[in-house]
Structures are given as C-alpha cells and as structure tokens.
Nanobody, 116 residues
Framework: QVQLVESGGGLVQPGGSLRLSCAAS????????MGWYRQAPGKQRDLVAS???????NYADSVKGRFTISRDNARNTVYLQMNSLEPDDTDVYYC??????????WGQGTQVTVSS
C-alpha cells in the first residue's frame, strides 16, 4: 500500500514562490510515476506536472518555465517548485502516484492561494 502526505501550501503574493512536498510511504517500488494536479471547485482535476521513476517529466503548458517537478529518492519525496506565481494558479493541489498496476493514489490536497 502507498500513502501520500502533502505539505507546503499557503498564501503568497503574485510573483512569489512556493515549494510543495509529497512524501510517499509503503510499497514504494510499486510507483511508476508521481505528479501534481490542481482542482478548483466544480472543475476537473488537471495535471500540472509529473515525473516517472526514470526521470521523465511532463508539464502543463500554463506552468512551463515557472514550475519544476523533482524527486528525492532517498526521502521518497516529490517536490513542486512554483515560481512567478499568478492569481490563476490559485487552487487545491493534489499529489498523485501512478502505480505499475495502473492504480492511482492521491494525497489529501493542499491549498495554494496567490493574492495581493
């Protein structure tokens, strides 16, 4: 079983930065990829960035050049560095693990608010 715990959300001003962390525990070897999604109330949960066990990354067009996903295998942790934040980045951000058996595991969600 894989469990995900998120941290790092909060309130920042436009142009500011935040770093989200997602710590995985349990059957770590079962994880194929991890990623970050975001969701506004009443809307679909959309992919922000992902990274595979081999290190391949993928980003939504809206965050390319501003966000960076990375991983620390020793800590079983994935990070999302968010720079040049904009009000449109305001959302609940969810960590996700895609397992080799195609199952998905989700973190609890963390609020990111970008406002003056």
């Amino acid at each position: 079983q894989v469990q995900l715990v998120e941290s790092g959300g909060g309130l920042v001003q436009p142009g500011g930065s935040l770093r989200l962390s997602c710590a995985a525990s349990g059957s770590i070897f079962s994880i194929y990829a991890m990623g970050w999604y975001r969701q506004a109330p009443g809307k679909q949960r959309d992919l922000v960035a992902s990274i595979t066990s081999g290190g391949s990354t993928n980003y939504a067009d809206s965050v390319k050049g501003r966000f960076t996903i990375s991983r620390d295998n020793a800590r079983n942790t994935v990070y999302l560095q968010m720079n040049s934040l904009e009000p449109d980045d305001t959302d609940v951000y969810y960590c996700n693990a895609l397992l080799h058996n195609r199952a998905n595991v989700w973190g609890q969600g963390t609020q990111v608010t970008v406002s003056s």
